[in-house]
């Protein structure tokens, strides 16, 4: 009997641990209305803002439209804590067009069937769930989404990416504009992409890091942290110096 309540405790505290990472998660840019094709081009960053790493594989990103995905589109790939993972359409796209275009980013995770997320041009709402069962009938309500946010379409210059200007507050999203908190030109570099447009996938801002920390490991983890927004350009490619 003692056996059996220490594996659930252990089975009920996995649980916990995992529901606590996810909330953890934010979504920190969106680029949803691209110069190049669409939907190739379409790509959403995750920030993790926690310090467990983060496993994604089983888990469901959708819009709110009228029609569902048949299983969950994220079949591998993990956040790193205190880093980024963009999430792109692996159907029309391999990582290597995307870091050809973009540069490299910390983790790029493919998602399948982007055709049915396929962001909306006037505003559109993203959702991730932490599995199908979760989802399924969920697509449209978001009801049981641990993460749904939602943008109106206003910053909009059919170029650039919509960022986080403070990853402390979800209501901080800012058109990207060339030069400014380290939004680079995308290249075309022998892709479809038609090079120019303007965004960071990969990078975040200023970490907040958590008051309960030792002023020595905040600093530490300031200077440290692989998901820092626009860092130093050393080892970056020519289109991120």
């Known amino acids: 009997m003692l056996r059996i309540r220490f594996v659930l405790f252990v089975a009920l505290s996995s649980v916990s641990v995992v529901q606590a990472a996810v909330a953890d998660l934010l979504i920190s840019e969106i680029m949803f209305n691209p110069a190049s094709p669409e939907d190739d081009w379409e790509w959403v960053e995750l920030y993790n803002s926690g310090d467990l790493a983060i496993d994604l594989a089983g888990f469901v990103v959708d819009d709110n439209n009228g ?115 380290g939004a680079v030109a995308s290249q075309i570099n022998g892709t479809t992409n038609v090079g120019g447009e303007v965004g960071s996938p990969g990078f975040v801002g200023a970490v907040p890091v958590p008051a309960a920390l030792p002023l020595f490991g905040a600093a530490l983890i300031a200077i440290l942290s692989p998901g820092r927004r626009r860092a130093a350009a050393k080892s970056l490619p020519p289109n991120r110096q």
């Open 67 to 181: 029609t569902p995905t048949a299983s969950a589109n994220i079949l591998a790939g993990t956040i790193e804590p205190w880093s980024t993972a963009v999430l792109y359409n692996a159907d029309d796209l391999s990582a290597a067009h995307f870091t050809a275009a973009w540069g490299e980013v910390d983790t790029l995770i493919g998602i399948s069937g982007w055709s049915v997320l396929s962001l909306n041009n006037g505003g559109d709402t993203i959702g991730l769930w932490e599995s199908f069962a979760d989802y399924d009938g969920d697509h449209a309500t978001h009801a049981h989404a641990f993460l749904s946010l939602a943008y109106d379409g206003t910053l909009d210059d059919d170029n650039g990416s919509i960022y986080l200007t403070d990853l402390s507050d979800p209501d901080s999203f800012s058109l990207s504009v060339l030069g400014v908190d």
